[in-house]
């Protein structure tokens, strides 16, 4: 019996682990390869711990999990495993779906029935109440965060247990729920002990923007299922909560996104939270304490948890949709996320033990829950939002196409429909606000479902500065004003009309006008990705003064086909007497290998792929070593400590090692500058790394490393600002300016307004309007840049203030 591939999903299904690697296609006359019959996982390299864990153990590494989950199944009649998407990596992931013999051969008539909730939910109400047996989904997730080890290991004990136990408790929960397991949700992560996944991305703030794989499969489980629950496993959280109460359950704190139903949320998110904790404290006297000397966390005598909502005011809040829980909230679920104490077999047992509590809760609940999980696509259907300021939702979204480069919109409303959000295109031409829209143009009616979901991601967003002390990570991601497009909100009051069609996908194929010469705009990721790909490919590239690319060739097949596949429309231009050729650059990016448990220069590494940019990554003490050999252009975007050989155990392995490899290391960058080299630094961290080498006598201003949002920048007419407005948009994270920047040329400023903070949680703030946040030095070629223009690989609009950077003479 082996695994089932996720059709739906189209991923490819693959062998079963215990089989022997396939034989290698050969040509006649090839000596056939000699392999023995292993595992094959058998030599993957898997780390045993991670040193940022206070507390180690011997979790199951993740080439054995393929083979557990067999074992188990084949000893079930409840079970189905399922390799449901892969790793950045490659990695396998696993879900398993745990449901009562009657149930498991009517998954996809449960599957169809959840659907009815949000196409019509007065029936699905009904329905309810007419068949009080039907079945809910729960979705359990196992160790997004690699480092987190607890969560999957408690997941393999809890399909043991539904998988093939009868005892009163599994009878009863499987009689009201089917349980969906996503085993290990970052693969990656749990073999290299990284809380991160291959491509450096914490998945866990990646579920707006949902530029990863495995986030891209989970997106896909929760569509597939629309679960009632969603609880995700994490750890470590020992002290909030004091001795008595180690661990962590949500729900939150404030502030909460003004997008949900929260009302709906919360009749039932703090009974649900205390179900969870009375399980683990019930259970207590059968916890080992195996690490209480060291992690002081007395499991035998713990009086609760922290419960973030119910013991504190601010700190732990629900309001970016990043994360994996918040972001099954717009589908509906109760979304939690659970942060066991410690990572050991113990720390296993409180996550089994709150699961147990949630699901308990969930059985004997569930005729209300899901009515009111049905109640919030209810009301976004009949644009009815009780909870809500009278206007809040407006009434529909216009996302009119650019002409001249539509790919953001397309992007943009292809990333919508993968979101169950509906699109609609106009079948004739209307008016708005004294302006003509075209036929076809796109538009987002909110009565709708997912409403939520939908004007999270498109509204403009919200200062929240003064509604809260601190927030836990960023508070603006506007995919408007960070990806590109125009999102035109009409009022819910409004009585325009439309004449609308669905719409089930958006891209389009490029097109190439005329015999050449041809001229690519400076508008899009797009724009540049093709320049580069050209230019990869041996074309004649130029640059005009404006950012646009030039190609020096007539029309031809292999031509047609990159513009075909970019979905620009190329057109022929003359070659300005000004524009310069561009050759193939050689760009290197200073790694962070996990400092601190992130990987910083990793969204500026993604943007810059996505630019085209052919990216090599070197550590510091690579770079020490070896120097920079031949690369034109050098990217530090990270935290300082990346050049300190002064960091914690932890850190140590990331940065550098002592005072030779500091001074070779400073002497190897500064050649390179002085040799010509092209050097930009990105954030707070690198501005602070560029005064250390010498490479700067400016003042470097911060504000609150966690402050962040979107704000109005002034972009100066320079090379650095190419196709961007005088006043136009730019994202802070840990916000950082430059003053006594005589020498220099100042090619963006902060708005000079009291009002250039739209967006975010930014205190004592005042200090930065009007002053320089993209610079660069007169006398040599160094950029500083405080714009987090690479950020999470989400702020494509700002993207093209690297390309530009590095063209830039």
């Not at 591939?5 to 189209?10: H, L, M, V």
């Not at 004990?157 to 929960?173: C, G, P, S, V, Y």
């Not at 529909?396 to 699109?423: F, G, M, R």
Request: glycine share 8%.
């Amino acid at each position: 019996m082996g695994f089932k591939k996720q059709a739906s999903a189209g991923l490819i299904g693959l062998s079963i682990l215990a089989a022997p690697y396939a034989a290698w296609a050969e040509s006649p006359g090839k000596a056939k390869p000699q392999w023995h019959n292993v595992n094959a996982f058998e030599t993957l390299s898997e780390k045993d711990g991670s040193l940022f864990n206070s507390e180690n153990y011997n979790f199951t590494k993740y080439s054995k999990i393929g083979q557990q989950l067999l074992r188990i199944q084949k000893q079930s009649h409840r079970m189905t495993v399922t390799k449901y998407g892969k790793s950045a990596n490659g990695r396998d992931m696993y879900v398993v779906t745990i449901a009562d013999q009657k149930a498991k051969g009517q998954l996809g008539f449960y599957k169809k029935l959840r659907k009815e909730m949000f196409k019509n939910p007065e029936k699905a109400q009904a329905f309810i109440d007419k068949h009080p047996d039907v079945k809910v989904p729960v979705m359990i997730n196992g160790s997004i965060h690699g480092t987190e080890f607890a969560g999957s290991d408690a997941v393999l004990q809890l399909i043991e247990r539904f998988a093939k136990n009868n005892d009163a408790d599994t009878k009863q929960i499987l009689k009201n729920q089917i349980l969906i397991f996503n085993v290990v949700a970052n693969p990656d992560g749990r073999i290299d002990a990284t809380r991160f996944n291959g491509n450096g991305i914490d998945l866990n703030r990646d579920f707006i923007t949902q530029s990863q794989p495995e986030t891209q499969a989970m997106v896909s489980l929760i569509k597939e299922w629309n679960p009632m629950v969603f609880l995700d496993l994490h750890g470590y959280v020992k002290d909030y909560g004091g001795p008595d109460k180690p661990g962590l359950i949500e729900p939150c704190t404030p502030p909460h996104n003004p997008n949900y139903e929260y009302d709906l949320f919360s009749k039932w998110a703090m009974n649900q939270a205390k179900a969870m904790e009375s399980e683990i404290v019930s259970n207590r006297k059968n916890y080992k304490n195996t690490n209480t000397s060291t992690s002081k966390v007395d499991y035998q005598n713990m009086t609760g948890a922290y419960i973030p909502q119910r013991d504190d005011t601010a700190g732990w809040d629900d309001y970016p949709p990043i994360f994996t829980p918040m972001y099954a909230m717009y589908h509906g679920s109760y979304g939690y996320t659970l942060e066991t104490p410690t990572n050991d077999w113990d720390g296993v047992k409180w996550h089994y033990d709150a699961v147990m509590g949630a699901l308990n809760y969930a059985s004997e609940h569930k005729t209300s829950m899901v009515k009111d999980q049905i109640e919030v696509f209810k009301r976004g259907i009949n644009f009815d939002h009780p909870f809500h300021k009278k206007g809040f939702f407006p009434k529909a979204y216009i996302l009119p196409s650019d002409p001249k480069d539509a790919t953001a919109t397309e992007k943009a409303v292809s990333h919508l429909i993968k979101n169950d959000i509906e699109v609609s295109k106009s079948k004739k031409a209307f008016k708005f606000n004294g302006k003509t829209y075209p036929e076809g143009t796109f538009v987002v009616n909110m009565s709708q479902a997912k409403a939520g979901l939908a004007n999270t991601m498109l509204w403009d967003g919200e200062d929240i500065t003064d509604d809260t002390p601190a927030m836990y990570d960023i508070s603006a991601w506007s995919l408007p004003e960070l990806w590109g497009f125009e999102a035109i909100q009409i009022p819910a009051d409004s009585n325009l009309k439309f004449s609308l069609q669905d719409v089930k996908s958006a891209h389009n194929e490029g097109k190439l006008i005329g015999k050449g010469p041809y001229k690519i705009p400076n508008t899009s990721v797009k724009s540049v990705e093709l320049a580069n790909k050209l230019i990869n490919r041996g074309y004649a590239v130029q640059r005009g003064t404006d950012g646009s690319f030039y190609i020096k060739s007539r029309v031809n097949h292999d031509l047609m086909q990159f513009v075909r596949k970019s979905g620009l429309i190329v057109k022929s231009a003359a070659i300005p007497n000004q524009a310069q050729n561009v050759k193939q650059l050689h760009v290197t990016i200073l790694k962070d290998g996990g400092m601190g448990k992130t990987q910083s220069h990793s969204g500026t590494k993604l943007a810059l792929e996505r630019l085209g940019f052919n990216v090599r990554e070197l550590a510091p003490r690579d770079l020490a070593v070896e120097g920079l050999g031949n690369t034109d252009v050098f990217f530090y975007n990270g935290t300082s400590n990346l050049i300190s050989y002064k960091n914690s155990k932890a850190n140590a392995e990331f940065g550098l090692e002592n005072e030779a490899q500091f001074q070779a290391l400073k002497k190897n960058i500064t050649d390179f500058v002085n040799g010509g080299g092209k050097y930009i630094a990105i954030g707070s961290g690198a501005a602070s790394a560029t005064k250390t080498l010498g490479l700067t006598n400016v003042t470097i201003n911060k504000g609150n490393p966690d402050s962040n949002g979107i704000v109005r920048v002034d972009y100066n007419h320079s090379a650095l600002t190419q196709g961007y407005n005088e006043s136009d948009y730019g994202f802070v994270y840990g916000p950082v300016w430059y003053s006594n920047t005589d020498g220099y040329d100042k090619a963006a400023s902060f708005k000079n307004s009291s009002e250039f903070f739209m967006s975010g949680h930014w205190k004592n703030r005042q200090a930065a309007q009007g002053q320089a946040v993209i610079i660069k030095d007169q006398s040599k070629d160094v950029t500083l840049m405080g714009i987090e223009a690479g950020f999470r690989d989400h702020t494509d609009y700002l993207f093209r203030l690297l390309s530009n950077a590095v063209y830039s003479k």
